[in-house]
Nanobody, 126 residues
C-alpha cells in the first residue's frame, strides 16, 4: 500500500495550494481518508476527513471555510484545497487512510488511521 502526497510548496499569506494524495495497493473506495499536519516541535494534528463515499466531511475549526477536502474514487486520489493560507498553516501535511465504520470523532484521531503517506511541506510566508 502506498499513499503519495504531493502539491506542497511555499506560498504567501492569503494564497492557495492544492494537495493530492494518490493511493495504490488498496481498494481506495473502501477507505475513509484524512489529512493531518505537523508543525515543527508539535504533535500531528487533524485537519480534515472525508468518508469512503465522499458523503461526509469534517474539518478542524481553524480551517473551516478555508480548506476543502474531496476525493475521486475513480482516480484513487484524495485532495485538500487550501485557500486564504496563513503562516499558522505552515506544516508538513500527511494524508492517511482509515477503514470504514468509524465515527466522525474517531476520524479526528491519528491512531485510527492504518496507512499514511510520506508528507508534503507547506510553507506560508511573506
Amino acid at each position: 500500500v502506498q499513499l503519495q502526497a504531493s502539491g506542497g510548496g511555499m506560498v504567501q499569506p492569503g494564497g492557495s495550494l492544492s494537495l493530492s494524495c494518490a493511493a495504490s495497493g488498496l481498494t481506495f473506495s473502501m477507505y475513509n481518508m484524512g489529512w493531518f499536519r505537523q508543525a515543527p516541535g508539535q504533535e500531528r494534528k487533524f485537519v480534515a476527513s472525508i468518508t469512503y463515499t465522499g458523503g461526509t466531511t469534517n474539518y478542524e475549526d481553524s480551517v473551516k471555510g478555508r480548506f476543502t477536502i474531496s476525493r475521486d474514487n475513480a482516480r484513487s486520489t484524495a485532495y485538500l484545497r487550501m485557500n486564504i493560507l496563513e503562516p499558522e498553516d505552515t506544516a508538513v501535511y500527511y494524508c492517511a487512510a482509515a477503514t470504514r465504520g468509524k465515527s466522525a470523532f474517531a476520524l479526528r484521531v491519528p491512531t485510527q488511521y492504518y496507512y499514511w503517506g510520506q508528507g508534503t511541506l507547506v510553507t506560508v510566508s511573506s
